[in-house]
């Protein structure tokens, strides 16, 4: 079954306690993206990928890093976080040059920094 | 600054109403529009719209776009509470990999 995979679905942390979210898709689509989701703003993005090692800048980059070493997997990594990354982050991915250029969403990962 | 502005933020229908929903954009080198379905989960692909004047349709959805008054407008007829859910519009300028979306518009239609 085609899909995006994100791991943890739910965390909660600490403030400045390292984690990473984990996004994996079995498509083998060129493009990822990383989009965090609050009330009232819409689905804002952080960081995407256009192929391995490319990355570039979305909206809202600042606190996270990401990675593209393989095709399939684009991990978010917040090295320190704070209490204003609390949200719904969702991953997603596409295949720019195939059909509609669609993306295709994972189910979220919520995370709360206490 | 490029923007996405979507209009009503969130309305409230009865089962058979037609809505419309409204997004317009200010951005640079437009590529293309996109529409979404969310439903307290992932948001789902509905639409993807290119070119002036020509409606993409499914089923009781449809949609419309006018690159030169830069909106686009998705029609639902004949509503069903299935139809409950929030609707997002994303344009693609620039570089293909910066997609920016609306705020969204939450559509609620009671039986």
């Known amino acids: 079954e085609a899909q995006v995979t994100q791991n943890p679905r739910y965390l909660i942390t600490v403030t400045g306690k390292k984690l990473t979210v984990t996004c994996s898709q079995n498509m083998n689509h060129e493009y990822m993206s990383w989009y965090r989701q609050d009330p009232g703003l819409g689905l804002r993005q952080i960081y995407y990928s256009m192929n391995v090692e490319v990355t570039d800048k979305g909206d809202v980059p600042e606190g996270y890093k990401v990675s593209r070493k393989e095709k399939r997997n684009f991990p978010l990594i917040l090295e320190s976080p704070s209490p204003n990354q609390t949200s719904l982050y969702f991953c997603?991915?596409?295949?720019?040059?195939?059909?509609?250029?669609?993306?295709?969403f994972g189910e979220g990962s919520r995370l709360t920094v206490l | 600054e490029d923007k996405v502005v979507q209009s009503p933020l969130s309305l409230v229908v009865h089962e058979g109403d037609t809505v419309t929903l409204n997004c317009s954009y200010e951005v640079t080198n437009f590529r293309s529009l996109l529409w979404y379905k969310q439903e307290k989960k992932a948001p789902t692909f509905l639409f993807m719209l290119t070119s002036s004047g020509i409606e993409k349709k499914s089923g009781r959805l449809s949609s419309i776009l006018d690159k030169k008054e830069l909106f686009s407008i998705l029609n639902i007829t004949a509503t069903q509470t299935g139809d409950s859910a929030v609707y997002l519009c994303?344009?693609?300028?620039?570089?293909?990999?910066?997609?920016?979306f609306g705020a969204g518009t939450q559509v609620v239609v009671t039986p």
């Open positions: 997603a991915s596409s295949s720019p040059g195939k059909g509609s250029g669609e993306l295709f």
């Open positions: 994303a344009v693609r300028s620039d570089s293909w990999g910066k997609l920016q």
